[in-house]
């Protein structure tokens, strides 16, 4: 568990491992996590930096290393067994720091050196300076000595959190064992066990001294909780070391108070980089966090690019905004530039190049700009996206360039424009192509098929329902580009997931409201190339999406036109006959239904008004009852136009008028085909020729903007399309042959042959019907089965037709009896014609011809002496009884079950399969002029003339697209963001409902009460065990010291001592010893003072006594006490004041250093802090305070120093605040108001001197002359009176108390 979570930090964030170096303990358990990692990783991954400091003069065989003239790298071997009491390096690490200062065998010399190290290292920026956040540093803790204990209290005293392993041995469980424990509970008793139990024999060497100092320091590392964290397996099996890690960086930085948003910050990097964000929603994003959405975009870049689709949705949530975000293009071009490696990137690679050759070829005179068109933009992106949506689309990104070079797949010419006219072209297009973050943000997660993230932002955008399938279409024309299979299935199937995500949205809207689930089909959305959603489904060939309800109820209504979609057949039929019938009320139309349903709501709410007596303000969606008025009937006129120009009047014309071409072109075959073509037959050829402009119009109808390449593709790919040009070629040519004499019947039989082709045709006209539109779909799939089946059936046909031909006819030279004999023969037997020239029964000699010179016989086999024929009878037979067996039986069969299996499979999706087919032929009779051919070539000529002559535009029908006024658009999308909700709310309780769903939280809550019950088990048995020891261990001593007393009595009689040196005591007993003579002494945490026991004494090399915290009170017996007397150097004062040190003892008890120290004077050294104050406005809102700044070292501190008396401000402030501010402040100390006053807990401080701090408030007001005088000092600063201050403890307190002291929240 270590090595992983080690190597998972290292890995993850580049950290550096600083270790001891040598080859034991903790260091060899890194150096053997480097070497796995090492011959597991791949080299392209990078070395983990692992940095050893040790001491020169414990390594054995350092003799090696040393070389005259120096040598990079040095050569070391490791003599484990030979080195003795030394230690051999480490040979995995990949550095080393060796640290000399003259001794041989003495090991933590490196320590002090380290420490300093670490504290460099972790003072260092990352990034640029301004950011604030520096690289942090943790100590990780694997079982130790009493060297690891000072590395340890050094690494937390320079403010580096430690992680403690438990479990691991020796030191690390010793501090586990008492983490714990409040500060006054760790005696040296307890320590002096723990010792003893983890360490073993170890134990015996270790001095009282010893223990009295590592129990002062355990107790400061105690002390410093934040920075101390404990792993326990036992409680963390859950998570790795790396989880641990980064917890104690983010205890340690939430202390500091006054880091603000860069502490934060860099807890949230940490928390991404090791992709947690269980701890990131627990620790980080708290109350008492503040984020704004800019203060988070650099997490959101970085969780994007790593690809951590729970961080975002976790950004998300807590205020990060898309808009901000991504309202910077530059942003969306940075993050296609960080795509990882999948197709989409190679595409857009191969574009930018190709845009670059492009560039270079156009501006091949010019000198070309130095990195023009190197990287990638968001233009190369918005081609790229164009060519997978289609060209029916337009740039969803337009370009903003002078120069527009448009490469795309679809077509590879260059087109370069530089006149005026395209400024205002992409002006428009930019106007137009509207931006939404959330659809920017989806479009990047589906190029690079990321289902996680393409979820979370398809959540984000507003027109969903476009979204998805715009997803559905890219991520197929990927799949079908792609030539990785398996990419290719995971982006199909991310495509069908997002198929049903459009499917359950429009179902919601469609059940919700069908008029504007409508309207969202042929909207033109801005977001996505002002196409529809119709036109991406029908694209994407997503059949289920086209196949609902409510979208083939929309292509009802448009396939009915102007008229009801409850209009029964039979009357739209008599109407077409019979027209005056629309006048009468026999063919509703669907004004009328409108105003129908129109005058019922109204009488509707007139009834209600009428019963309840109140008006009701209601607004119909759709018409208003002031608009009511202007929804007239239609005009005569009108109800012709609306009869004759609905698609299905003109199926049915088109129908009636396909029929009597065909029985036209029948009777002109059969009865009328003079060498002089006659009425009939020019009137057949008019008939064709308006057929002939009427495709030609369908090939160059584009209303949808896909171009005439994709244009013509896609006519060509219709069956029914390539069968109606097969059949006008072969007309034209039958015709050219017919009007020549030479090829007349030659003419006659390819228009015979073409009218088979027209009649094929007209089962096209039978698609819409729903009972025979399926079958026709069957017939196409068998007629594809049948074309490949033929091919394996022609191998046995020519193989025995072949050899059937080669054994009977010798040397036969006429092809067509060849090809009668080898083909056609075998064919018929499939069929049931068995030949009769296979044996001598039927033999016959008068029906053949000996030599083949009879055409219209065929030739005879070869006959022996008797007239009969020689080949073998027996082997003839035996090859038809094959031929038969395999053919008729294997291989018809197994064209049935073929035709079986198409059957039911197109049975199953039959429904599907049409309803999405239907589509076309709806559009195209919707676009059809309403003349039936021969008549509909008037209305070819009036569009002639009307768009070629004239210039006028197209008119545009608004039945398939249609532009929405931008107040209806955002309500549109408005409604259609609430069923997405409805929608996605659904899903969810769907899929908690599921039966898998309530296995796996069943599963999840028994492994969690599992895990509970087994914590709380482990914890009451560890507790139990603990106590039971204490309480053995304390019999014991019990014994022993009873044990004692009675020997003492016996020797002395009934005389008892009242006192007995410790030495003649054991150990263990000394210690109990001194904690019984100790009297019952014990303040609250915190209560002793800490500064004034630090080992280090400020600005000099000595180093105090250590005092535990028991040791403390003075009238606690501290036998073994030794203070380190300290008097400065330049101290002339004659031996008086040694004398009188009794005189004067320390009120808060021992620090370990006796004498005067840094401070003036003997006994207390009384100090001034001056908090001056104001009100910020008028309003008394604001409280600040006077501070003195330093600009080199960003601190602040309040104005203050050593006095004399209370009654004066510190002579060092004069020099600060300049001598005429001081002299005023002086004057008016008197007036101040004592904040506090007592001792002060200094690092100065020692056993005979001491500070002493007054705290006085002198309230200033804005009128005073004073607020002048101060604002002439450059070094002051006036602060705002709050707990995120940057001041020392003591001073943070005093700055507390004034807060309290003005009624002010601090």
Not at 1109 to 1135: A, I
Request: hydrophobic share 40%.
């Amino acid at each position: 568990m270590f090595h992983r979570g080690l190597i998972k930090v290292a890995q993850t964030t580049g950290a550096w491992i600083i270790t001891g170096g040598t080859h034991a303990g903790v260091m060899k358990h890194v150096g053997q996590a480097l070497r796995d990692y090492t011959l597991s990783s791949n080299p392209m991954q990078g070395q983990i930096v692992a940095i050893g400091v040790a001491t020169w003069g414990i390594i054995h065989n350092r003799d090696v290393m040393v070389h005259s003239e120096g040598c990079f790298p040095a050569h070391y071997s490791m003599d484990i067994k030979g080195q003795g009491q030394l230690s051999c390096l480490d040979n995995n690490h990949t550095h080393f720091l060796l640290v000399d200062n003259g001794t041989h065998g003495k090991y933590g010399v490196e320590i002090e050196l380290r420490s300093h190290l670490e504290k460099c290292i972790s003072g260092k920026h990352l990034g640029n300076k301004e950011s604030g956040v520096t690289i942090p540093v943790v100590c990780v803790v694997l079982d130790g000595g009493p060297g690891t204990l000072n590395t340890i209290y050094n690494a937390m005293l320079n403010g580096t959190p430690c992680v403690i392993l438990e479990g691991s041995g020796r030191i690390a469980d010793v501090i586990a064992q008492v983490s714990g424990l409040p500060v006054t509970r760790i005696t040296i008793s307890l320590i002096s066990q723990l010792l003893e139990k983890f360490f073993g024999q170890e134990y015996e060497n270790f001095t009282d001294f010893k223990i009295i100092k590592w129990t002062k320091q355990i107790q400061d590392i105690i002390r410093m909780s934040h920075l101390l964290t404990v792993f326990r397996v036992s409680e963390d099996d859950h998570c790795d070391v790396d989880v641990a890690i980064l917890q104690a960086l983010l205890k340690a930085s939430r202390i500091n108070e006054t880091l603000g948003t860069e502490a934060w910050k860099r807890q949230l990097e940490l928390a991404i980089a090791w992709n947690r964000v269980d701890i990131a929603e627990t620790e980080i994003f708290t109350e008492e966090s503040q984020w704004k959405s800019s203060d988070l975009h650099w997490a959101m870049f970085s969780a994007l690019v790593s690809n951590k689709p729970q961080f975002v949705s976790l950004l998300l949530e807590n205020g990060v905004s898309l808009r901000d975000f991504l309202q910077d293009e530059d942003t969306l071009c940075e993050l296609y530039k960080q795509l990882p490696a999948c197709f989409f990137l190679n595409k857009l690679a191969k574009r930018v190049h190709s845009s670059r050759r492009s560039m270079k070829r156009v501006f091949f005179r010019s000198r070309p700009h130095r990195g023009q068109g190197e990287s990638i933009s968001m233009t190369h992106v918005s081609d790229e996206v164009r060519h997978l949506l289609g060209s029916f689309t337009q740039h969803l990104y337009p370009a903003t360039t002078t120069h527009d070079f448009n490469v795309s797949m679809e077509d590879s010419s260059v087109s370069v424009s530089l006149q005026r006219g395209t400024t205002a072209l992409l002006r428009e297009a930019s106007i137009e192509a509207q931006r939404d973050p959330g659809r920017d943000l989806f479009l990047w997660a589906i190029v690079q098929n990321n289902r996680e993230l393409a979820e979370i932002a398809w959540e984000q955008c507003r027109d969903c329902m476009s979204a998805a399938l715009a997803a559905s279409k890219i991520l197929k024309k990927m799949a079908q580009e792609g030539n990785d299979a398996d990419e290719s299935e995971d982006m199909c199937a991310l495509a069908s997931h997002y198929e049903q995500h459009a499917i359950g949205v429009f179902s919601e809207c469609y059940n919700c409201d069908e008029e504007r689930a409508q309207k969202l089909l042929v909207r033109a959305s801005p977001y996505w190339g002002r196409t529809t959603c119709l036109r991406l489904a029908l694209e994407a060939d997503d059949k289920s999406f086209v196949a609902l309800s409510g979208v083939q109820a929309l292509l009802t209504q448009i396939w009915c036109g102007g008229l009801s979609v409850d209009n029964p057949v039979w009357r739209v039929v008599i109407c077409m006959i019979f027209f005056p019938f629309i006048y009468t009320g026999f063919l509703t139309s669907r004004r009328d239904e409108l105003i129908h349903r129109e005058t019922e709501k109204s009488e509707e709410v007139k009834t209600v008004e009428m019963v309840t007596g109140s008006i009701l303000r209601t607004k119909f969606r759709g018409l208003d009852p002031t608009s009511l008025q202007h929804l007239k009937p239609l005009s005569k006129w009108s109800r012709l136009a609306c009869l004759y120009n609905s698609p299905q009047v003109k199926f049915y014309l088109n129908i009636v008028s396909y029929f009597a071409f065909l029985f036209l072109f029948a009777v002109v075959l059969m009865i009328d085909f003079q060498e002089t073509p006659s009425a009939g037959e020019v009137l057949l050829y008019i008939w064709l020729f308006s057929l002939v402009c009427e495709e030609v119009r369908q090939l160059f109808h584009d209303p949808d903007g896909f171009g005439f390449r994709k244009k013509s593709t896609m006519y060509i790919k219709d069956i029914w399309n390539i069968l109606d040009v097969m059949s006008i070629i072969l007309f034209i040519f039958g015709l050219a042959f017919r009007l020549t004499t030479e090829l007349f019947y030659a003419g006659k039989v390819l228009l015979c042959i073409d009218f088979v082709i027209f009649c094929l045709r007209l089962m096209a006209i039978f698609t819409i019907s729903r009972t025979l539109g399926p079958n026709i779909i069957m017939v196409k799939r068998m007629v594809k089965d049948m074309f490949f089946f033929m091919f394996l059936l022609s191998i046995w046909v020519v193989a025995y037709g072949v050899a059937k031909q080669g054994i009977l006819i010798h040397n036969d030279n006429r092809l067509d009896w060849i090809m009668r004999g080898a083909v056609y023969e075998p064919y018929l037997i499939i069929f049931g014609n068995v030949p009769t020239n296979i044996d001598y029964a039927e033999f016959n000699i008068d029906t053949c011809t000996m030599n083949g010179t009879d055409p219209l016989k065929p030739k005879c086999p070869v006959l022996n002496e008797n007239q009969t024929p020689a080949f073998p009878e027996w082997l003839t037979i035996i090859m038809l009884c094959i031929y038969l067996l395999f053919a008729n039986i294997l291989l018809l069969n197994l064209l049935i079950a073929i035709f079986n299996f198409t059957f039911q499979e197109v049975q199953d999706n039959t429904d599907r399969i049409w309803k999405f087919q239907r589509y076309e032929l709806i559009k195209e009779y919707h676009s059809r002029p309403a003349a039936p051919p021969p008549f509909i070539i008037f209305s070819h000529l009036y569009l002639l003339i009307r768009n070629i002559v004239l210039s006028k535009p197209p008119i545009k029908s608004k039945g398939f697209k249609d532009v929405l006024p931008q107040i209806e658009e955002e309500e549109l999308l408005s409604w259609e963001a609430l069923m997405k909700d409805r929608y996605l709310l659904s899903t969810q309780q769907e899929q908690s409902q599921s039966m898998e769903r309530r296995i796996l939280d069943t599963a999840q809550k028994v492994t969690t009460m599992t895990d509970m019950l087994e914590r709380e088990e482990e914890t009451n048995s560890a507790a139990m065990m603990k106590r039971l020891a204490r309480l053995e261990e304390q019999v014991s001593q019990s014994t022993k010291i009873l044990q004692w007393i009675m020997d003492n009595l016996k020797s002395q009689g009934s005389a008892a001592k009242e006192s007995q040196p410790t030495s003649q005591l054991p150990h263990s007993a000394a210690s109990t010893t001194i904690d019984s003579e100790s009297p019952n002494i014990e303040k609250e945490e915190g209560g002793f003072h800490v500064n004034a026991r630090q080992f280090d004494y400020p600005n000099s090399k000595l180093k105090r006594f250590p005092v535990p915290e028991e040791k403390v009170p003075w009238e606690v017996n501290f036998s073994s006490y030794v203070p380190t007397p300290y008097t400065p150097e330049d101290d002339h004062r004659d031996g008086a004041e040694s004398e009188a040190l009794d005189n004067y003892r320390n009120p808060s008890g021992r620090t370990g250093m006796t004498g005067r120290g840094a401070l003036s004077r003997l006994g207390p050294n009384l100090n001034v802090d001056l908090v001056l104050t104001r009100w910020k406005d008028s309003e008394k809102s604001v409280l600040e305070f006077l501070a003195i700044g330093d600009v080199y070292q960003q601190t602040l501190t309040l104005p203050g120093g050593p006095v004399e008396s209370t009654h004066h401000l510190p002579l060092t402030l004069e020099s600060t605040m300049g001598k005429k501010l001081y002299e005023k402040l002086n004057e008016k100390i008197l007036e101040g108001t004592k904040v506090s006053e007592g001792y002060v807990d200094d690092s100065r401080n020692t056993d005979n001197a001491w500070v002493e701090l007054t705290v006085i408030n002198l309230h200033l007001y804005g009128t005073s002359q004073i607020m002048t005088e101060i604002n002439k000092v450059a070094c002051l600063q006036w602060q705002e009176v709050n707990r995120k201050t940057r001041l020392i403890s003591n001073q943070r307190d005093s700055l507390r108390r004034v807060a309290d002291l003005h009624s002010r929240k601090f």
